[in-house]
């Protein structure tokens, strides 16, 4: 995202901004210099300096794959999701998981947001949003087996 300043004339101010808790690697430039500051994720991101009208600042927010645990009771039933969006996998409730890193053995279909194992041509995943009807079948949330 590309935000451009627009002031009257050379103001300090705070720029603020919400880093996700789903976000690792944020990061900030102001033209095109980059900016130190804190970039927890779940946490508020600030940049302080004398703003000037037409400065651009670029903020990336990186949405990486990444197994989502259901909740802390549960750490080994976990969603697959892209940033804030969850994955459902088409026309099966289970999945091989091969590794917390899910990038490692997913790949893109060539449509956007939507995946599908690597080893397997079926069982594709997409965006719970996409899912239209719902008699197709769909698994949102699988177990991780401990080896």
């Given at each position: ?19 996700p ?11 095109g ?55 459902v ?8 998981v ?12 060539g ?37």
């Amino acid at each position: 995202t590309t935000l451009t300043i627009a002031t009257g004339s050379s103001e300090p101010f705070n720029l603020h901004f919400r880093v996700p808790t789903w976000c690792n690697g944020a990061s900030a430039t102001v033209n095109g210099s980059s900016v130190k500051t804190s970039y927890r994720p779940g946490a508020w991101a600030s940049i302080h300096r004398v703003w000037n009208a037409g400065d651009t600042v670029t903020i990336r927010i990186p949405s990486d794959l990444r197994l989502s645990p259901v909740d802390k009771q549960h750490p080994n039933r976990v969603a697959v999701t892209k940033g804030a969006v969850v994955l459902v996998r088409l026309h099966s409730t289970t999945m091989p998981v091969h590794g917390s890193d899910p990038s490692s053995w997913m790949q893109s279909s060539g449509r956007p947001l939507e995946y599908r194992v690597k080893p397997q041509p079926a069982g594709e995943f997409l965006p719970f949003y996409k899912v239209k009807d719902i008699t197709t079948g769909y698994g949102m949330y699988f177990d991780i087996d401990e080896e």
